[in-house]
């Protein structure tokens, strides 16, 4: 009987062993995950703060990578308002009735006074990189602007046969009519490379690839890209670049936008 006891004893010592064993494996277990939880949390959370996956995706189109500022001056330009920067004027859109321009020449060339420190900028800093630009358009105004609109119906009637519709259809694609056409803003510039042929292809010149890397840097895009050309109702012109200030200039390269939805992009960030 007296062993029998003992052994009874003996059991419940080993059974409360046995628990207590259990129980620390269970804790430890439950440390040890805690710790693999905290770990990975960290490991999330330093990938989030490196890779900003949750940000707006950045240009697919634009096969160079948004560039600094190439000098330091250019973040000392003037800066304006959107109700400036952002004026639209399409195909649909016409200019407002109100609008005005302050007109300055530059290099030989009629612009808005506003953009002149900014393009000014731009042109020197081109130059000194060897990429010298010639100033070739600008500020066209409402009468010549429709003077080019006629000759453009014309061209295309004579040299292709087109009735006067499709004529007029076409004229508005390339050149636009009297009060749809942004060139009339003064915001808008042409350019061909310093020394180049008056038809050479602009898009293959250095000058071109210059502008495509740095432009945004002084508030200046190509306004009308080649893979846009359905929503700016535009043929691509590789030559013709519109001020839009910096910050958005920078923004619609990083979302890979025209100014069309670049504009619509803003009203709905400004509707909530």
């Avoid at 195909?91 to 953009?115: H, M, Q, R």
């Avoid at 535009?234 to 910096?246: A, C, D, I, N, Q």
Wanted: proline share 3%; charged share 20%.
């Amino acid at each position: 009987m007296r062993r029998q006891r003992e052994r009874v004893v003996k059991s419940r010592t080993s059974w409360r062993k046995a628990d207590q064993v259990k129980k620390i494996k269970i804790v430890m277990t439950m440390i040890l995950v805690a710790l693999c939880l905290s770990v990975a949390a960290g490991t999330v959370l330093v990938w989030v703060q490196v890779k900003h996956p949750f940000d707006q995706p950045s240009s697919s189109s634009a096969s160079v990578s948004a560039a600094a500022p190439v000098s330091s001056e250019s973040e000392m330009l003037p800066v304006y308002e959107d109700s400036y920067n952002l004026v639209l004027v399409n195909t649909e859109t016409p200019l407002k009735s109100d609008f005005n321009v302050a007109l300055a020449k530059y290099d030989g060339i009629l612009v808005d006074e506003k953009i002149v420190p900014a393009l000014k900028k731009m042109m020197e800093d081109a130059k000194a990189s060897g990429c010298a630009l010639k100033l070739t358009g600008g500020y066209v105004d409402s009468q010549k602007q429709n003077q080019l609109f006629q000759a453009e119906v014309q061209n295309w009637m004579k040299k292709q046969k087109y009735t006067q519709v499709r004529a007029e259809n076409q004229a508005q694609n390339t050149v636009g009519r009297s009060g749809y056409n942004e060139n009339q803003t003064g915001m808008a510039v042409e350019f061909s490379a310093e020394g180049s042929a008056a038809n050479a292809d602009f898009a293959t010149t250095s000058q071109y690839k210059w502008l495509i890397k740095n432009s945004v840097s002084y508030g200046f895009v190509l306004r009308y890209p080649n893979d846009k050309t359905g929503i700016t109702g535009k043929s691509f012109s590789p030559r013709h670049f519109r001020y839009v200030g910096g910050d958005n200039a920078v923004k619609m390269r990083e979302y890979s936008m025209c100014l069309e939805e670049y504009a619509a992009y803003i009203h709905q960030q400004a509707a909530g």
